[in-house]
């Protein structure tokens, strides 16, 4: 499995989702930019690109454009609460550096 | 590690630019703030997992507490607690004196700006409500986890201009910038997407705590026009738990008056079977009361009975709303359902029945003001892909100032989309003419009388000239939130002048149908006096130029017996402008154009001779 959600971020993508009404699942990704060089995407979908893959996660179509899954393999999608803020976070085995906020990362 | 959102395709931020954004409901007895997350809009709550939040700032001697903990202090404490400070808003101290004569406070400050003495100090209605916003921004900034890009704050359709300005100095004060204000019924409308379709009439019925209203829009081109606007502002859910009380105190043979202890033990009573038989057919009422247990059966039927005169109350100004907006029942394709009151089931049927259609009632009543106003703070602040239309609003009457003769030339006419502006050149009457006044009105009628006067300024230091060589340009602005701007500039010179329209006091709703229905029943008599108005104008120009040329060039051009027939022409047309004879006029303008032809002729040849004076014919 390229990546995985936690049950907390399946059901929230799920609810997200059904409440957008269209669209054809969840895109993660990365993009260059940033304090550290790389940031993550998280986007709904509502069509496919040429270079896409689509994955089924917990019943969730999560779509990852070939070249940031080099980037993301074994990546865990958590949705977490802290304090009044609530939000999904990347759990990604492959960065090996942060910035201080953590908003990008470098490999 | 910041946490992240589902964005639409193509709309990923970069780190540190997440455009956040929340929308806020500013009510009268309770605000709310919501924002879109992960393409859901939803209200935001605070640390103990409450959304809604009390209109109400207490200023004491060491701190200042807004929300729950200022309405716990508004009995015991209440010159120092300031409750709906949205009413006292952009309004004048006579003004607040006639329509709230009982209220609390001990006003200072002048009469235009009026404040209320505290402990802290003076305060006005304007830092009140800024304390409420600071609150709901702060939460916000939490919840969304950054600093937000702006805030949608939604008004009543009904606000005039200083109101709307108010509100915005309010935001402003507590440091947040305002996207747009939103007419509430508006924002209903957008909570339930009826934006998206291209056009059909709209009613919205808003029966809160203490005040209803009735909001008649209609959408065109994704733009909603206020149609009118109605309702009562001493109506509401209160009134309901009221008459629960008055049937409790004659059903129980209570003799008034009662402790206070025991009123609130029946107040809150009432405001739970009220609550409980939105759901059940009947409920028990138990009063504790001189170790007597008290208890009675109070049925959905009953309660039926004793608010169904209020309920008529709103379908009456339902009713007079429509009248005033030019539209029957059949007309209306939806009804929204705004404000607490309206989940008594007896309202919902009532309302379904006069308007023949299923109301709206899906959201929360509470926040689907909140939620369509975070809605629309999303798509300004740039959430959305381009090809989602925004939604306007509209000037409600028209803007222009005063010309000559005391007329009104319109500028931005009415029902225009806003933010719009418009430009138009005017020029001087006189020669040497080196200021001109402008006189910026709001109205449908021809004549300056008839409208309403809402600034004036003086752009000053046009270069002397002969009438009618200035050049200067006149812009009306009209920003997104329908607050006005104008400004004056003479094109040669680059001097300008201009002002922005902060009326003391605005147009009430009554006022605005007011206007526009005489601008239809004058439409007539306005028209025939602005063809005599312009036509007096243009015979005083006349007269006046001719006069300038005789005075330059008539003893040099002019034989005596010409001179005669033009001064006699010119008192003919002096003469005959003072009637209201247009044809007559006209025609007196044309005899003068007659008579002075070859006299314009000669001046012309005369004045291309000395042009050419000691220049060979080749040389041209």
Redesign the interface.
């Known amino acids: 499995m390229a990546v995985t959600m936690t049950a907390a971020a399946s059901e ?2 799920k ?2 989702l059904a ?2 009404g269209k ?1 054809i699942g ?2 993660l990704g990365i ?1 260059t ?3 550290s060089g790389l ?9 496919l690109n040429a270079d896409d893959e689509v994955f089924e996660v917990d019943d969730v179509n999560v779509i990852i454009d070939s070249k940031s899954l080099a980037y993301l393999q074994g990546t865990e999608l958590d949705f ?1 609460k ?9 759990t990604n085995p492959n960065a090996k550096g ?2 201080g ?4 990362f470098n490999v | 590690m910041a946490l992240l959102q589902i964005a639409e395709p193509g709309q990923s931020t970069v780190p540190h630019q997440h455009r956040l954004a929340a929308g806020i409901d500013l009510g009268t007895t309770n605000s709310l703030v919501a924002s879109v997350q992960s393409g859901l809009p939803k209200t935001l709550t605070d640390a103990e997992g409450r959304d809604i939040l009390p209109s109400i700032v207490s200023y004491q001697q060491d701190k200042i507490l807004v929300g729950d903990s200022a309405k716990a202090l508004a009995i015991e404490d209440p010159q120092n607690t300031i409750v709906s400070a949205k009413r006292l808003l952009g309004r004048s101290l006579a003004d607040i004196k006639q329509k709230y004569p009982n209220l609390p406070y001990t006003f200072s400050g002048n009469e235009d700006h009026p404040s209320i003495a505290t402990v802290q100090g003076d305060i006005n209605p304007v830092q009140v409500s800024s304390e409420v916003l600071s609150t709901l921004v702060e939460r916000a900034k939490q919840a969304l986890g950054g600093d937000l890009e702006g805030v949608v704050i939604t008004v009543p359709a009904y606000f005039d201009d200083a109101q709307r300005q108010s509100t915005k100095d309010a935001a402003t004060l507590a440091g947040v910038k305002v996207l747009r204000l939103l007419n509430e019924p508006t924002a209903a409308a957008v909570a339930y997407g009826l934006d998206s379709a291209q056009e059909g009439v709209i009613a919205v019925y808003d029966l809160g705590g203490g005040t209803f209203d009735i909001s008649i829009l209609r959408l065109n081109k994704g733009v909603f026009e206020v149609l009118s606007t109605g309702g009562d502002s001493a109506l509401g859910g209160d009134d309901f738990d009221n008459a629960i009380v008055d049937y409790l105190v004659s059903e129980f043979e209570l003799q008034r008056p009662l402790s206070h202890q025991l009123e609130r033990q029946l107040l809150e009573q009432a405001c739970r079977a009220k609550e409980l038989l939105s759901s059940q057919d009947s409920v028990e009422v138990v009063i504790n009361h001189q170790q007597q247990t008290l208890t009675l059966e109070l049925s959905k039927a009953t309660l039926n009975e004793l608010i169904m005169p209020l309920v008529s109350k709103t379908l009456r100004a339902c009713r007079r709303a429509l009248k005033d907006a030019g539209v029957s029942t059949s007309d209306v394709h939806e009804v929204v359902m705004v404000g607490g009151s309206t989940r008594v089931p007896l309202v919902r049927e009532q309302v379904g029945d006069y308007f023949k259609r299923q109301p709206l009632t899906s959201i929360d009543p509470d926040k689907v003001v909140a939620i369509g106003a975070a809605i629309q703070a999303d798509v300004l602040a740039g959430n959305k892909p381009d090809s989602e239309m925004l939604l306007l609003d509209v000037t409600p009457l028209s803007l222009g100032l005063e010309t000559m003769g005391g007329l009104v030339e319109k500028i931005i006419p009415r029902n225009s989309t806003i933010p719009v502006a418009k430009a138009q050149e005017f020029t001087t009457f006189k020669d040497g003419q080196t200021a001109m006044a402008v006189h910026v009105l709001q109205g449908e009628r021809e004549l300056v009388e008839d409208c309403r006067s809402l600034a004036r300024f003086e752009l000053r230091g046009i270069p002397a000239m002969a009438a009618g060589a200035a050049h200067i340009r006149v812009t009306f602005k009209v920003d997104a939130d329908g607050l006005l701007s104008v400004s004056a500039m003479e094109k040669s010179t680059g001097v300008e002048a201009s002002i922005e329209v902060k009326p003391s006091f605005g147009l009430e709703e009554g006022d605005i149908i007011k206007m526009l229905k005489e601008s239809v029943t004058h439409a007539k008599g306005d028209i025939q006096a602005r063809m005599l108005k312009e036509q007096q104008v243009e015979a005083a120009r006349v007269v006046e130029a001719v006069q300038a040329a005789v005075q330059q060039d008539g003893n040099a051009l002019l034989t005596d017996d010409e001179l005669a027939a033009i001064e006699n022409a010119l008192a003919q047309l002096t003469k005959i402008s003072q009637t209201s004879d247009i044809a007559q006029i006209e025609q007196a303008i044309k005899d003068v154009d007659t008579i002075t032809a070859s006299f314009a002729e000669r001046r012309m040849d005369s004045s291309i001779k000395t042009a050419l004076a000691g220049h060979s014919v080749d040389e041209v």
């Open positions: 929230r993508v609810s997200f409440n957008r669209g969840l895109r993009k930019t940033g304090c940031a993550y995407v998280l986007e709904f979908v509502d069509e977490v802290e304090g009044l803020n609530e939000g999904f976070q990347f942060e910035c906020c953590g908003e990008s």
